[in-house]
């Protein structure tokens, strides 16, 4: 009976995370195609126009996209101001460890991938080029996408599922003619 109260408990609780990301991952995966596009480039120029750089320090000009990414970012729930806890519960020090722990997260982690988007759009604010590192790194991509991948998978109920992959093995073994069957004595 304490299995099935915990299945029970586990659903629910992969629900309520489906039902509060949803939508805020949604706003931002209409940007997926344009971060694969530009990543590995630039998508920041220094203006230097008007004789700037003879009497003042040249500054960023960053890509209307990215700006728009960054605008609607900040407008989710998507933002954690303490995203340096998670950056040292879980020993993230180097892109590296930011691009394997993003890899690894499940949707038991959402708040970790919270954590990478806000370190660099809430960074972004007062270091101008953390927003196109992000960009060039891939890191905002790849956090998006494993958001919505975490979403997108967990979004149909398990029952569904455990069904349809019976089904899938049957229809297999149907279309394996020459296949041994189960036979039972």
């Keep these: 009976m304490d299995k099935i109260q915990s299945e029970k408990e ?3 609780y992969r629900q309520q995370v489906v039902n509060e990301y949803r939508p805020d991952v949604e ?15 630039s998508v920041q120029q220094s203006y230097s126009g ?25 407008r989710t729930k998507l933002m954690d101001r303490n995203y340096r806890y998670v950056y040292s519960r879980c020993k993230i020090r180097t892109l590296q460890d930011e691009l394997r722990t993003i890899e690894k997260c499940t949707i038991q982690e959402m708040d970790v991938l919270k954590g990478i988007l806000s370190k660099y759009v809430m ?24 958001m919505k991948a975490n979403l997108d998978f967990w979004d149909t109920p398990v029952q569904t599922r ?7 093995e049957k229809q297999e073994k149907k279309a394996e003619p020459n296949a041994p069957q189960d036979t039972f004595f």
């Design 162 to 168: 455990v069904v349809n992959v019976k089904e899938a």
């Design 27 to 41: 706003k931002l995966a209409r940007y997926l195609p344009w971060l694969e596009s530009k990543m590995g480039t």
């Design 10 to 12: 586990d659903i629910a």
């Design 50 to 74: 008007s004789g700037i750089e003879e009497h003042s320090i040249s500054f960023p000009v960053y890509d209307s996209t990215l700006m728009s990414f960054v605008k609607e970012a900040q």
């Design 123 to 146: 960074g972004g604010m007062t270091k101008g080029r953390m927003w196109s590192e992000a960009v060039e790194t891939g890191i905002f991509l790849y956090v998006i996408k494993k």
